[in-house]
């Protein structure tokens, strides 16, 4: 079992995902440009893909934003009546394909964030790992 007790506490691992930096120093980019991460940390070596597979609850996390926020938006221009049925769906059409690449990076360091609260690294088979 891992020590939990040097960790950030959830606001800051959060406000650490939002600036796109490393949950664990708080310093390291995530992100080297739009797409592509550093991995490990630049700053503190913290795995950022920690095995395959791994990355891929940010794109839940990505679709669930994107899709709360179709909903909200899709009501409240309904109710606003300023936009016609067929307006609306282009509008929601084009921000579901535009938001998500833009959210993309966000939900990636949200989702790492996030993990850093529940499964810190290095858990303990990580641990075990790189002392083989
Ligand atoms: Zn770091």
Do not use: H
């Amino acid at each position: 079992m891992t020590t939990t007790d040097d960790r950030p506490p959830l606001a800051t691992l959060i406000r650490r995902g939002l600036r796109l930096r490393c949950p664990a120093c708080g310093e390291g980019k995530v992100f080297r440009n739009w797409f592509s991460m550093n991995d490990p940390c630049l700053e503190c070596g913290r795995r950022f893909d920690r095995e395959p597979g791994y990355l891929l609850g940010s794109i839940y996390f990505n679709y669930g934003v994107t899709a709360l926020l179709v909903v909200v938006i899709y009501f409240a221009l309904y109710f606003s009546g300023t936009l016609t049925n067929n307006q609306r769906l282009v509008a929601l059409g084009i921000f579901s394909l535009m938001f998500p690449l833009w959210f993309f990076r966000y939900a990636r360091a949200l989702w790492i964030a996030f993990d850093e609260q529940f499964d810190p690294w290095p858990n303990e088979k990580e641990r075990r790992n790189m002392s083989d």
